[in-house]
């Protein structure tokens, strides 16, 4: 198995959802080697999603010979996104039907920093999901302060492919509708955190089969190293305290995730 620091070196810890290349620009390639050494060999694996429309092919050449990484294609709605969506999406195509992506996100909505309007976002949300349901691959959600318009879009498509809320950031109601819509949820570093009790109330009653962890690296470090930048080599202190959290063990916690993992990413 990998050894992932912060936990048991025999236990192999999934990261479903991590940004190696923005790693690597943060922390350099000598980051990188360390998180190849502690994964390779192991049934560990790293979900790397995109963010942009033309950001696949430089995340294959650097991070899809490892064994243990899984790559995604998507479109984060950021302004310069905003300025050519939808048609981005089709552009996206080309790379979404590489047997090297597994997936399609992130991608979703984000009314916090409005970088386009609601219906603009909208817009190049569905065509995503569009692309998921045409390749039959999993659809990863980027949703913040948009809940209800989140929500009523991922319910549409749920039954078609398996949908995944990455770095949940609502409350126990919220997993309540999501895992009604049929979807799974992806808690990230944040959970650790002192002031989050209603990230850890949802956490705690999302079923086993649902649930994946992550650290959306770079960012979310767990604590006690909250605000540092964050690897996958960090995922070991969100193992356990959400193990803490459910009264489980880290072992039986990895299992699962592991397990969800493999049936949506391979």
């Known amino acids: ?62 991070f899809g010979s490892l064994p243990f990484v899984r790559l995604a294609a998507g479109i984060w709605p950021d302004s310069a996104s905003m300025k050519a969506a939808p048609e981005r999406a089709f552009t996206l195509e080309e790379y979404v039907r590489d047997p090297a992506c597994v997936a399609v996100g992130e991608c979703g909505l984000d009314y916090h920093w409005m970088n386009g309007t609601r219906e603009e976002q909208e817009r190049l949300f569905r065509a995503q999901a569009e692309l998921a349901v045409k390749y039959s691959k999993p659809l990863i959600v980027h949703s913040r302060n948009a809940h209800d318009e989140t929500l009523s879009i991922v319910a549409a498509y749920a039954s078609k492919v398996p949908v995944i809320i990455h770095c949940f950031g609502y409350g126990r109601d919220e997993a309540e509708a999501y895992l009604s819509a049929g979807c799974w949820i992806s808690f990230a570093g944040n959970v650790t955190y002192k002031k989050s009790a209603d990230l850890m109330a949802a956490c705690a009653m999302v079923p086993a089969g649902r649930l994946l962890l992550e650290t959306d690296s770079p960012y979310m470090c767990p604590e006690p190293r909250r605000g540092r930048n964050s690897t996958p080599l960090d995922i070991g202190r969100t193992y356990a305290a959400v193990a803490a959290l459910r009264g489980s063990t880290v072992q039986a916690l990895s299992e699962s995730v592991a397990a969800a993992s493999r049936a949506l990413f391979g």
């Open 1 to 62: 198995m990998a050894s992932v620091a912060g936990a048991d070196p025999e236990l192999g810890l999934c990261d479903t959802h991590a940004h190696l290349s923005y790693v690597e620009e943060r922390e350099g390639a000598a980051r990188i080697q360390e998180i190849t050494e502690a994964y390779a060999g192991g049934s560990a694996i790293i979900l790397d999603p995109g963010v942009d429309f033309d950001d696949f092919p430089a995340r294959k050449a650097a």
